[in-house]
């Protein structure tokens, strides 16, 4: 699969793509059925995203008799971890210990999740800053989080 810049994608194509990513395939009456279980999209709608999915390069279609059939021609990992560590980037350094934390507590973790969390924890401990300084302006001179 290709490398993506998730960050060109609408949150309405991240929406479709997690269909087709879960489901691996799909066509797009099924995509439209289960989009319009959480969503009040027309078909048409659904069906311009595809086509602006596939003009991106990150869906494939192939005809089959009648229907079309979607597949991902991007794998959802990276794309997801490209727009994460994006967000990341534009956001202050001292407000990214809060974020995460906010995150932590509204985010259903298994045992697993947590204690591989925790075991990152602890090594980061070791080498952790006392306090992360604001990285808002280069000359150091913000107001706002100092």
Request: neutral net charge; charged residues 25%.
């Amino acid at each position: 699969m290709m490398d993506v810049n998730g960050t060109e994608m609408t949150s309405a194509e991240w929406e479709l793509m997690r269909i087709i990513w879960t489901k691996g395939q799909a066509s797009s009456s099924e995509i439209i059925n289960l989009i319009q279980l959480k969503k009040d999209w027309s078909e048409s709608t659904v069906k311009t995203l595809l086509h602006r999915l596939v003009s991106k390069q990150y869906l494939q279609t192939t005809k089959d008799g009648r229907r079309f059939i979607y597949t991902p021609l991007i794998d959802e990992a990276p794309a997801v971890q490209q727009i994460t560590s994006e967000l990341f980037r534009q956001i202050c350094a001292m407000e990214k210990g809060p974020l995460l934390l906010k995150l932590l507590e509204e985010t259903t973790l298994s045992q697993a999740d947590i204690a591989a969390m925790q075991a990152v924890l602890s090594l980061k401990l070791q080498t952790a800053p006392l306090k992360v300084h604001c990285d808002c302006l280069p000359d150091g001179s913000c107001n706002k989080c100092c």
